[in-house]
């Protein structure tokens, strides 16, 4: 290579690298006004909450309808007006739910039998459903198991189940209803992770882990639909603290007084109200997701500190 050719490549590449610079400089300026805009605004939304979305005439499909919160957001959510569809693979408490929603003469209401951790079953009842009542509008993963025991406790297949049930259920039903949701460009998915998705809990290793990766596949479909601008369909996480359904057994709380266990049904409605204000990621209580994250923040043996000033878990139920 000559002289001359070497002193042109060089110039190419300084220019590019002073260019990237300018670039990075610019941008840079411009994420920080985006930051403050939006502290700004998200401050703007605790004195002045957003109004509420309508859901009455929209078809709600909630899973886990048989029992515990599931069953209180068909109740809740028939009574806004919306159609409640329920899946369940407990077949009596689904029932149970449908008999209320028609003795309360609410909206109609359709109940089907689904081991929604069975991707044929899932795209085989959301055809059913399909046919009898139409498209999804909202779509709420909320079944769930939580076995709790030391890690070294579980047997395979409970480790198993657990992310068949807590994970891979909420990919199946989004397989199966997200691209209709994406041809309209409208639709809302709200996941139930827990508390355990967001720090970790004594005898529930595989659960904590299940609920991790809701939130991280959560976040995921968040940056896909991202990506293009007119994105128009809304995710919703929540991560609630311990509820009095009977999922946790031996709950073990320090401070009972100040941390009480929620109730199911003051549970629901905080998960319908950040459903209907398109909030993405939602604590109950709310405190829970801003301690957390400024915990993390701190070093490990603080962080420690934190978890066992708080020393809240569950009991072994072996
Ligand atoms: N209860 C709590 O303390 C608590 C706290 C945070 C998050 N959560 C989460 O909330 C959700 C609901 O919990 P819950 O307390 O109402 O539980 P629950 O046991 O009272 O009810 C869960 C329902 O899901 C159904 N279900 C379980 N496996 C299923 C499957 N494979 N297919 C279809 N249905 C299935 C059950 O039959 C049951 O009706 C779960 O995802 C749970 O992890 C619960």
Same mark, same amino acid.
């Given at each position: ?6 002193? #042109? ?8 690298? #002073? !260019?990237?610079?300018?670039? %990075? ?76 929603? #028609? ?22 009842? $959301? ?12 779509l ?11 890690? !070294? ?22 397989? $199966?209803?997200l691209?209709?949701m994406m041809?309209n460009n409208e639709g809302h998915i #709200? ?13 529930? $290793? ?15 479909l968040f940056?896909e639909l991202h990506?293009n601008?007119?994105n128009r369909i809304q995710l919703?996480? !929540? ?31 905080? %998960? ?29 043996? $603080? ?16």
């Amino acid at each position: 290579m000559s002289g001359e050719t070497k002193e #042109v490549i060089n110039k190419k590449s300084s220019s590019k690298i #002073v !260019l990237e610079v300018l670039q %990075i400089i610019a941008e840079s300026l411009l994420l920080i006004l985006k930051i403050f805009f939006y502290i700004g605004e998200s401050l703007y939304k605790i004195l002045v909450p957003p109004t509420l979305k309508e859901v009455k005439g929209k078809v709600v499909l909630i899973t886990g309808t048989g029992h515990g919160i599931g069953r209180e957001l068909a109740l809740l959510y028939a009574a806004e007006g919306a159609t409640v569809v329920g899946w369940d693979l407990n077949d009596k408490g689904n029932k149970e739910t449908q008999e209320e929603i #028609v003795q309360n003469k609410y909206q109609k209401c359709y109940f089907y039998k689904c081991d929604v951790s069975d991707r044929e079953q899932v795209f085989r009842t $959301a055809k059913a459903m399909r046919k009898e009542v139409g498209k999804v509008d909202i779509l709420i993963n909320n079944a769930g198991i939580m076995p709790c025991h030391a890690l !070294l406790d579980h047997t395979p297949d409970e480790i198993d189940r657990i992310f068949k049930v807590n994970v891979y259920a909420h990919i199946w039903t989004i397989e $199966a209803f997200l691209p209709d949701m994406m041809k309209n460009n409208e639709g809302h998915i #709200v996941a139930l992770s827990s508390c355990a998705g967001l720090f970790g809990i004594r005898n529930l $290793a595989p659960y904590c882990a299940s609920k991790f990766a809701v939130a991280g596949l959560m976040e995921s479909l968040f940056e896909e639909l991202h990506s293009n601008p007119n994105n128009r369909i809304q995710l919703t996480t !929540l991560f609630p603290y311990m509820t009095n359904t009977g999922l946790c057994r031996k709950p073990k709380i320090k401070f009972e007084n100040a941390m009480p266990m929620l109730v199911p049904s003051e549970l629901a409605k905080e %998960i319908m109200k950040a459903q209907r204000s398109d909030q993405f990621e939602v604590g109950v209580p709310n405190y829970l997701t801003t301690v957390n994250n400024y915990a993390r923040l701190l070093p490990r043996n $603080a962080q420690i500190a934190v978890q066992d000033f708080f020393n809240t878990y569950v009991e072994a139920d072996l």
